[in-house]
């Protein structure tokens, strides 16, 4: 059986480094990944190969904390970062609309703010120029929004959140839509009456609507800037102003003498593909190994595949290829599935049977769903108590954590499941949660006569 991509890469870079005199270090390295997830997966496996001896593990880490940290930027790791993030927004928002906070709540901003951090930080990975993007939005917007055409509730009540009006007036919908299906003039002078009414709050409402375009560059620019006063930042924003200083000559991210080494990464934006070539170095420069890349596409279907994913993979191993030469090649041992992937869907009642039917599989084993494709007739184990790494657990809800847990069959004390696990999920956190509920919820007492 193959061994894992990155045990591979482990002992390599081990007996490279481990002989009496080995330079550079293993400390000298850095590798980065698309997760941190990876990075402790590599570290056990060096200190497998360190057999329990003294080791200085290299820097694991992420090109997101790499870059957070040579900026000098907060809330890396921070759960409360994005509201924080959020909330620069939101006082972006009032500054730039010349709204109150009691015309516009923050809680009911919350969802329109998450809205526009995922566009500001779309925008800002793809190194868009923010003017010229958003005024042709604002030139789509005046052609093709007409707020009087059959708008159901739904969308009534999205435009109304956008343009700040607390309580969507649905009778002004019904009246729009109703008039918009009129074969006839209006008979009576109150019909029509009503008719006007509702044309002048839905042109009212349409220039409400399509002032906010007009604004979204100035807002865009104008969080930013609340943003850098405190050093916050999300993730485009972050790669974004590496990018600029980079090509300004303001950052180097390859002067520390560290040996860079990317392992595993996929679909990059535009944004990372610079950093990435700024980390490669210019033409002439390739042979001083500032940086190596290794890539685990093995499966033939993304190899082969004519669409997004084999483009991501052609250009990545194209642009940024894989070592050729010593000290740094390495001939992977390619894993059984990349000749064969076996599949197999199992029906269950609800989310949390899933674990139920994962213990079965644990129990019973796997030979009655797929067969070992390199040694057929032989059944491969689901599950081996003496590798438990070896078998990866991928939920797709993180509350069905404990659930899983609790199934798990007798015996086995160690699994691998990809998932964290939320703190609004512990008991001491629903306590405090209903304690303040209660305290802001509840009176002050009368005790008077």
């Known amino acids: 059986m193959a061994k894992p991509f990155l045990q591979q890469i482990a002992e390599h870079f081990y007996s490279l480094t481990s002989q009496p005199g080995a330079t550079p270090p293993l400390y000298q390295y ?31 880490t992420t090109m997101n904390s790499l870059i957070r940290r040579r900026l000098h930027l907060s809330g890396g790791e921070d759960p409360n970062n994005e509201l924080l993030v959020i909330h620069k927004i939101y006082l972006a928002y009032l500054e730039v609309m010349e709204l109150g906070s009691e015309e516009r709540s923050f809680e009911d901003f919350y969802d329109l703010g998450q809205a526009l951090l995922r566009d500001f930080d779309d925008i800002d990975k793809h190194l868009i120029e923010v003017d010229s993007f958003l005024e042709n939005l604002l030139n789509h917007k005046e052609l093709t929004e007409d707020l009087s055409t059959f708008l159901s509730r739904r969308q009534w009540s999205a435009v109304s959140k956008l343009i700040y009006d607390k309580d969507p007036d649905w009778s002004v919908l019904e009246m729009v839509n109703e008039v918009a299906t009129e074969e006839t003039e209006t008979k009576t002078e109150e019909e029509q009456k009503k008719k006007e009414e509702a044309t002048k709050k839905m042109q009212k409402m349409k220039k409400r609507f ?143 049977a899933q674990t139920a039917a994962i213990r079965k599989l644990i129990e019973d084993g796997w030979e009655k769903i797929v067969e070992s494709p390199s040694r057929p007739g032989e059944s491969a184990p689901l599950y081996d108590p003496h590798e438990p790494l070896r078998t990866a657990i991928v ?14 069959p007798k015996g086995i004390d160690k699994i691998n499941v990809t998932m964290g696990y939320p703190i609004k999920g512990i008991p001491v956190a629903a306590m405090l949660s209903l304690l303040l509920r209660s305290g802001t919820s509840s009176a002050p007492a009368n005790y008077g006569p």
């Not at 500032?290 to 994913?309: E, M, N, Q, R, V």
């Not at 809800?397 to 899983?404: C, F, G, H, T």
């Open 395 to 408: 939920l797709p809800d993180e509350s069905l954590l404990l659930p899983l847990l609790s199934n798990m």
């Open 30 to 60: 850095r590798f980065i990944f698309h997760n941190q997830r990876a990075g402790i997966f590599l570290c056990h496996y060096l200190e497998q190969c360190a057999n329990a001896r003294p080791l200085l593990l290299p820097e694991c």
């Open 210 to 352: 399509l002032d906010f375009w007009i604004k979204l560059p100035d807002i865009y620019r104008r969080a930013k800037s609340l943003m850098k006063k405190e050093g916050l930042a999300y993730e485009g924003m972050m790669l974004r102003e590496a990018v600029r200083q980079i090509e300004e000559g303001e950052l180097n991210l390859t002067d520390d003498g560290m040996i860079t080494v990317f392992v595993g990464l996929n679909a990059q934006t535009p944004a990372m593909y610079k950093i990435l070539d700024h980390f490669r170095g210019s033409d002439k420069d390739k042979d001083k190994n500032k940086a190596i890349f290794y890539w685990d596409y093995f499966t033939s279907p993304i190899l082969d595949s004519p669409g997004l994913a084999g483009s991501f993979v052609r250009y990545n191993t194209t642009n940024y290829p894989a070592p050729t030469d010593e000290p740094y090649h390495i001939d992977f041992e390619v894993p059984d599935q990349a000749h064969e992937l076996h599949t197999a869907l199992i029906s269950t009642a609800s989310a949390v």
